[in-house]
């Protein structure tokens, strides 16, 4: 039920989300995030974002995170796709969407399954700025959103 | 044969290589061959060990055998 890729190319969110709801007429209440690559203006500019996977974790660990997702929320279908590589402004990074009877347990399943691609994820991320690249440790925040659940 | 290092993340930096063939052994023999300001890196607080692809608790006691597979993992950032 749960569709899970780790994807190395550029993908349309849309026509994953259209897809994703054309596949699931049967639930009444669709939630999705979509994190992008941030464009901004002004010398710290993000002018490229890398992230890198482990082969032998990274898709096994995000197909476990969709396990735990669907067995704790009753869902008509859950969507996860991440992106590794070099992305540019405006590229989508992660998409996560999950169908439902009712809506509560879409947007629930949805902010579970982000707070853990965002912390608990075996991926590593570093920017580009004018001053070349750095790599990314995860914020306070990160772990204070974990906890909640 | 041999067995393999595997850095993730800024640890890639700072080996100048995402992989590393080393000879079998225990992991302390294993690092002591290493450029020492490496070693240091690896086996910082915050840096996690997976052998071929599990999470290891308590990395003491590894030995590393052939074909084996030791990632070093810096704390993530995904999304």
Redesign the interface.
Known sequence: MAEVRLLGEAFSASEELAAFTAAHPEAGGLVSFL?QVRREEGPLAVEALE??H?A??TL?GMEALAAATTARWPLDGLLII?RYGVMHPGDP??LVAAAARHRRDAFAAADFA?DH??????????EKTAKGWR????RPD?HRDLARW | MAARL?F???L??IAGTGELAVSPGPLEQVLAALDPALAVELLGERVRM?L??ALLGDAGAVVLADGD?L?F???????
């Open positions: 994190g992230l890198k482990y032998a974790m096994p991440h990074i992660v982000m691609l965002k912390s608990q994820s075996w991926f590593w991320k570093r790599w990314i440790e995860p990160d | 595997v993730l993340g800024r890639e930096d997976a071929n692809g597979e990632a993992l810096p704390p993530v950032s995904g999304g």
